[in-house]
T-cell receptor, first 113, second 112 residues
Framework: QQQVKQSPQSLIVQKGGISIINCAYE??????FPWYQQFPGKGPALLIA?????SEKKEGRFTISFNKSAKQFSLHIMDSQPGDSATYFC????????????FGTGTRLTIIP | DTGVSQDPRHKITKRGQNVTFRCDPI?????LYWYRQTLGQGPEFLTY????????KSRLLSDRFSAERPKGSFSTLEIQRTEQGDSAMYLC??????????FGPGTRLTVL
C-alpha cells in the first residue's frame, strides 16, 4: 500500500522557471513532511521539512506548501538552476512513535538552459 | 557531506555469500536508521535503533538480515545467504533533532 503518492514522475523546467512537485498522503497520523534531494550515486539530502500546523515554509529558493484538509503538500523551487537537476523525494512520518519515514516514488527534475 | 559515513561504498558478491555493511552516524545522534533503495524507487525503511536498542523492524527485514548497534555508536547490517533480489542501495540515516534524518552516501550491493 503506497501511503505517499508523488507526481510527476519526471519534470523538465527551463532555467529560471519554477519547478513544482506534488505529494498526497492517506494516513492522517502523519505529522512531519520532509523533502529530500538525491543526486546519482549519492544518499538523499534533507532539503526542507514542514509540520501540519503551518501552511507554508520557505528556505531560500525552496518552499513547501501544505494543505492539511486535502492531505497534500508540494515543493516549489524558484529560479530553478541546472544544479537543481536531481531526483526529489517527498516523505512523511507518523506521530504514533513510529520512527520510519515513508517515501514517495520520486520525481526526476531536469533544468534546461 | 552530512557527517554520516558508510563502508564499503560498493560491494559485489556471489549469491549465497554473506555480506556486512557498516554505518557511522553523526557522533552526538542517538538514533540510527537503515533503509533500502532499489533503482527508481524511494528508500524503504528496514530498522531503527535508539542508542543500542533495536526498536523497530520492517517486515522487509527477513530472517536473513540482522542489524546491530552494540555500543550505541556505529551499526552493522548483515545479510546472510544473499539473493539476487537483495541487490540495492543500503542507506543509513542518523537522527538529529526530533524527526530529522540525515542520510549517508549508501552502500551499493550487487549480487551476481
Amino acid at each position: 500500500q503506497q501511503q505517499v503518492k508523488q507526481s510527476p514522475q519526471s519534470l523538465i523546467v527551463q532555467k529560471g522557471g519554477i519547478s513544482i512537485i506534488n505529494c498526497a498522503y492517506e494516513n492522517t497520523a502523519f505529522d512531519y513532511f520532509p523533502w529530500y534531494q538525491q543526486f546519482p550515486g549519492k544518499g538523499p539530502a534533507l532539503l526542507i521539512a514542514i509540520r501540519p500546523d503551518v501552511s507554508e515554509k520557505k528556505e531560500g529558493r525552496f518552499t513547501i506548501s501544505f494543505n492539511k484538509s486535502a492531505k497534500q503538500f508540494s515543493l516549489h523551487i524558484m529560479d530553478s538552476q541546472p544544479g537543481d537537476s536531481a531526483t526529489y523525494f517527498c516523505a512523511a512520518k507518523s506521530f504514533f512513535g513510529n520512527e520510519k519515514l515513508t517515501f514517495g516514488t520520486g520525481t526526476r527534475l531536469t533544468i534546461i538552459p | 557531506d552530512t557527517g554520516v559515513s558508510q563502508d564499503p561504498r560498493h560491494k559485489i558478491t556471489k549469491r549465497g555469500q554473506n555480506v556486512t555493511f557498516r554505518c557511522d552516524p553523526i557522533s552526538e545522534h542517538n538514533r540510527l536508521y537503515w533503509y533500502r533503495q532499489t533503482l527508481g524507487q524511494g528508500p524503504e525503511f528496514l530498522t531503527y535503533f535508539q542508542n543500542e536498542a533495536q526498536l523497530e523492524k520492517s517486515r522487509l527485514l527477513s530472517d536473513r538480515f540482522s542489524a546491530e548497534r552494540p555500543k550505541g555508536s556505529f551499526s552493522t547490517l548483515e545479510i546472510q545467504r544473499t539473493e539476487q533480489g537483495d541487490s540495492a542501495m543500503y542507506l543509513c540515516a542518523s537522527g538529529g533533532q526530533i524527526n530529522e534524518q540525515f542520510f549517508g552516501p549508501g552502500t551499493r550491493l550487487t549480487v551476481l
